[in-house]
């Protein structure tokens, strides 16, 4: 295998760590699909590499998703649909605004990080607990927005026995790429000790669960792509969805064309 760029190390590194909360997950099957993504997406751009990594072991083997901890394809309980081909899209926004929530559920059963929680409801619009999650964890609102030009948000909630999660995606289109430039300033996260993660699409910041305010229940992890799009996704207990697996979700090639 060729090697890796610093920009795949970093993608990969989401993975391993989304994955290490799954129970006794086969690392030698997960590094596996991670290699075989970066190999297939190495002139894609950093975006897809989260994509085809997650869905890599389906492609010339007879691995499944399932090998990493995630429910086995064609197993009963309920599953999100995908994106219907005749929906209405916006500009710019790779999912019909009615579809936000299903899409979303589709996205986090690629990624690890969700494990045997079981997807109980889906709706589109931003949920009244998000606001609060991402004010406690330092989402810089203020100031972004008045950068946002068109938005698109959707929410899912997982259960395991009497223990329940939630997760909101928000999608919004920036102000072209000033509006980019000012909503990525590192200087607008720091206060709220953001991780920071590079990648080829833009800058991604990570707050809540091992990252920023040690205090805060939930998490965010938020993608500001160079050409003016915001990709932010959150989650009521970072404890139980880790903020690196929303990272993987806010990376996830589907949300913008």
Same mark, same amino acid.
């Given at each position: 295998?060729?090697?890796?760029?610093r920009?795949?190390?970093?993608?990969?590194?989401?993975?391993?760590?989304?994955?290490?909360?799954?129970?006794?997950?086969?690392?030698?099957?997960i590094?596996?699909?991670?290699?075989?993504?970066?190999?297939?997406?190495?002139?894609?751009?950093?975006?897809?590499?989260?994509a085809?990594?997650?869905?890599?072991?389906?492609?010339?083997?007879?691995?499944?998703?399932?090998?990493?901890?995630? *429910?086995?394809? &064609?197993?009963? $309980?309920? #599953?999100? @649909? !995908?994106?219907? /081909?005749?929906?209405?899209? +916006?500009?710019?926004?790779?999912?019909?605004?009615?579809?936000?929530?299903?899409?979303?559920?589709?996205?986090?059963?690629?990624?690890?990080?969700?494990?045997?929680?079981?997807?109980?409801?889906?709706?589109?619009?931003?949920?009244?607990?998000?606001?609060?999650?991402?004010?406690?964890?330092?989402?810089?609102?203020?100031?972004?927005?008045?950068?946002?030009?068109?938005?698109?948000?959707?929410?899912?909630?997982?259960?395991?026995?009497?223990?329940?999660?939630?997760?909101?995606?928000?999608?919004? *289109?920036?102000? &072209?790429?000033? $509006?980019? #430039?000012? @909503? !990525?300033?590192? /200087?607008?996260w720091?206060? +709220?000790?953001?991780g920071?993660?590079?990648?080829?699409?833009?800058?991604?910041?990570?707050?809540?669960?091992t990252?920023?305010?040690?205090?805060?229940?939930?998490?965010?992890?938020?993608?500001?792509?160079?050409?003016?799009?915001?990709?932010?996704?959150?989650?009521?207990?970072?404890?139980?969805?880790?903020?690196?697996?929303?990272?993987?979700?806010?990376?996830?090639?589907?949300?913008?064309?």
């Amino acid at each position: 295998m060729t090697e890796r760029s610093r920009d795949e190390d970093a993608i990969a590194g989401l993975f391993e760590r989304a994955g290490a909360t799954v129970p006794d997950p086969p690392v030698a099957l997960i590094e596996a699909s991670i290699g075989q993504g970066v190999v297939r997406a190495r002139r894609r751009g950093a975006r897809q590499i989260v994509a085809v990594a997650a869905s890599a072991a389906l492609v010339g083997s007879v691995i499944t998703l399932s090998t990493v901890g995630l *429910r086995a394809l &064609g197993e009963g $309980g309920p #599953a999100p @649909a !995908a994106p219907a /081909a005749t929906g209405q899209v +916006a500009a710019g926004f790779g999912v019909p605004a009615d579809q936000m929530g299903a899409t979303l559920g589709d996205v986090l059963a690629r990624s690890p990080g969700v494990g045997d929680r079981e997807l109980v409801a889906a709706g589109n619009g931003s949920p009244s607990w998000s606001g609060g999650v991402r004010a406690q964890a330092g989402f810089p609102v203020p100031t972004i927005a008045p950068l946002v030009e068109g938005a698109q948000a959707g929410w899912v909630r997982y259960g395991r026995g009497a223990e329940a999660v939630d997760v909101e995606v928000l999608v919004q *289109r920036l102000r &072209g790429r000033a $509006g980019a #430039a000012a @909503a !990525a300033d590192p /200087a607008l996260w720091s206060e +709220a000790g953001a991780g920071l993660l590079e990648t080829e699409a833009g800058r991604v910041y990570l707050q809540g669960g091992t990252y920023g305010r040690a205090a805060v229940p939930g998490g965010v992890a938020t993608l500001v792509t160079d050409d003016g799009w915001l990709v932010s996704v959150a989650a009521s207990d970072a404890s139980a969805i880790p903020v690196d697996a929303l990272a993987l979700a806010a990376l996830d090639s589907v949300w913008l064309r």
